[in-house]
Structures are given as C-alpha cells and as structure tokens.
C-alpha cells in the first residue's frame, strides 16, 4: 500500500484527493498552505517563496509519503525540482503528456494568470512546437474564493464552449469537476488529478507508468 503525500493551497483539495486515493486502496496525507498560492500570485516565485516551498515539501516527506504531489500548478513546476527525501511529482505533467498525445490545437484554460505562463512551458516542454492556445477565464476566480464552486464550474464550462481547440486542458485542480459540464462535447476535456494521482501510486510502488493515451 502506498502512501501518498499532497501539498495543497487550498482546504477544498483535500476531499477530492483523499476519495481519488481511496478508491485505489491506497493511503494519503496532506499540508494546506493557502499563502503560498497568494504569494505567488502577488509578487512571482521568487527565491523566498520557493525556500518557503521546499520547507513545507520537507515537513510533508517527514510525515511519511512514498511520493509528494503538488497539486498547484502555479508552483508544481518548480516543487518537482526541489529535493527531498521522496519523489516530488508535478499534478499537470501526466495531464500534458496526455494533451500533446492526442494533438491538435489545445486550448488551456485557467482561472489564475500565475497558472497561465507554467501550464504553457510544460506543455512545450512535453511536444516542442505544439499548438497552444492560451484561454484565460479569470473572472471565475472570484466565485472560487467566495466559495461559489457551482457558479466557479458553470462559469469554466461556459468559457470551454466558446474555444475552437482539438483538446482542451482544464489547467487548475480546482476545474476537474466542470469536465463532467462538458461530457457532450466532441473533443476530449482533460483535467489533472486523477492522471497525477495514477502516476504518484505508480512511482510510490515502483512500476513505469507510461503517459495515459
């Protein structure tokens, strides 16, 4: 049984997270620290906030994970970069993997600009030369914080319509849900936790897990 670590910025990860783990047999601790998302968004990551970073991913690995995800992807990038004394997974990299696969025109659509610039690079990283189209929908971030997560979901979903795109990424945890808003459409919807935590318990146990087709 793994033993699964995620480092979150907000409270309302955990559920979601906890009931992934579950449902697989598997086992999950979790650290909240909202300033970190904040801060980012205000200032950058800057060499403070990502010593901040590492220290909250070091007091996560000593509560026990075979494996940490971050399940921010304002700063997952740069949490997979840092060493600890376990894996530090990226939440969107198994999501990205699976966007360049399939091919075409990806729109990414993101609620938070700080995610915007990261979730492109990654993207590029996976397929040099791939085409993606930026779609920020950052009016809903306002219903997200006032806690309206109905109203932050139909407004993501909206905004999905309205792309022209082969495949479109959900590029916040926070959106997973507005894919099943968009279940009718005729091009696949991707969003990040599911694929991160199906990566986390194969590195946790030691097998290959190749990029989900």
């Known amino acids: 049984m793994t033993t699964i670590g995620f480092l979150h910025t907000a409270d309302v990860h955990v559920a979601t997270f906890h009931a ?47 494996v940490i995800v971050c399940t921010c992807s304002t700063l997952s990038g740069h949490a997979e970069r840092i060493p600890v004394a376990v ?6 990299r198994p999501m990205a993997e699976r966007a360049v696969a399939i091919g075409g025109r990806i729109a990414v659509v993101a609620a938070v600009e700080s995610t915007l610039a990261p979730t492109r690079e990654l993207l590029l990283e996976c397929a040099a030369g791939a085409d993606v189209v930026i779609a920020p929908c950052l009016d809903a971030w306002a219903l997200f914080e006032a806690g309206d997560q109905g109203g932050y979901l139909r407004a993501i979903a909206a905004h999905a319509r309205t ?6 990424v959900l590029a916040q945890a926070s959106m997973a849900p507005a894919a099943e808003l968009l279940a009718d459409l005729p091009i696949p ?6 694929t991160a935590v199906e990566r986390a318990i194969a590195v946790g146990t030691g097998k290959d897990l190749a990029p989900p087709l």
Do not use: K, M
């Not at 990551?45 to 026990?64: K, N, Q």
């Not at 792309?163 to 479109?168: E, K, P, S, Y």
């Not at 919807?189 to 599911?194: A, D, F, Q």
């Open 20 to 66: 992934l783990v579950t449902e697989r047999g598997h086992r999950d601790v979790h650290l909240v620290d909202a300033t970190l998302l904040a801060d980012a968004r205000e200032r950058g990551v800057d060499a403070a906030l990502e010593e901040r970073l590492a220290e909250r991913l070091r007091e996560l690995a000593g509560r026990g994970p075979d």
């Open 189 to 194: 919807v991707l969003s990040s936790p599911r």
């Open 87 to 92: 894996p530090v997974l990226r939440i969107d």
């Open 163 to 168: 792309l022209d795109a082969d495949v479109i």
